[in-house]
């Protein structure tokens, strides 16, 4: 399997570092990253020349366990891909959900443009793939079945909550 590191000399940008902010402000350090796109299934469609140009426009971000990714109400501008370890979505009603790699988040506010519905905290150490909001429109030309996918993850996140919602006031009028 090639590298997509290799196929672009490199150019993807890769941030290490042991806090969430200064990678987000776009500081912290940088070098040659060895990710290989083609693993991930959301760019399975994607051909070499998609890999190349997704490759261009991604950070690749670090981040240790208990980081805050993204806080419920706040404003929003980046969407994430989860390479590698777990985050955990706080949600208004129920427990937090898990979200694995290959999951990824961030997209309601890049698509609606409102605030964040959710705060999103790293549990392990984990690597995420970084696309900001002026980017987010070559991701959706780029990755084929992209707008397919986001609309079939949006109906089961909100079909999700409902029921949670559903449940938990069933318990209540059990009450
Ligand atoms: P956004 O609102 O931009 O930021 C918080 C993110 O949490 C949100 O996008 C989704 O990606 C994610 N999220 C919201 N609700 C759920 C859910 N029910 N299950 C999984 N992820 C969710």
């Avoid at 590191?5 to 040659?32: A, K």
């Avoid at 971000?61 to 109400?73: E, F, H, K, L, N």
Wanted: with cysteine; charged share 25%; hydrophobic share 40%.
């Amino acid at each position: 399997m090639e590298l997509v590191s290799r196929m672009m000399d490199g150019s993807i940008s890769y941030e290490l570092t042991n806090r969430l902010e200064p990678i987000l402000s776009g500081s912290g350090v940088q070098r040659e990253a060895k990710i290989d796109l083609t693993e991930v299934p959301l760019f399975e469609g994607c051909s070499e020349r998609q890999l190349r140009s997704i490759a261009r426009i991604a950070r690749v971000v670090d981040a240790p366990a208990g980081s805050v990714i993204t806080r419920v109400g706040e404003p929003g501008n980046e969407f994430y891909l989860i390479l590698a370890g777990t985050v955990s979505v706080d949600l208004p009603v129920g427990k937090p959900v898990a979200l694995r790699p290959g999951a990824f988040f961030g997209e309601m506010s890049l698509l609606d443009g409102d605030p964040r519905s959710a705060t999103v905290v790293t549990e392990t150490p984990v690597r995420l793939l970084v696309i900001n909001r002026e980017n987010f429109s070559v991701l959706r030309r780029d990755v084929p079945d992209l707008t397919q996918i986001l609309l079939v993850t949006l109906s089961r996140r909100v079909r999700q909550v409902e029921q949670r919602a559903d449940r938990t006031g069933a318990a209540s009028a059990a009450l």
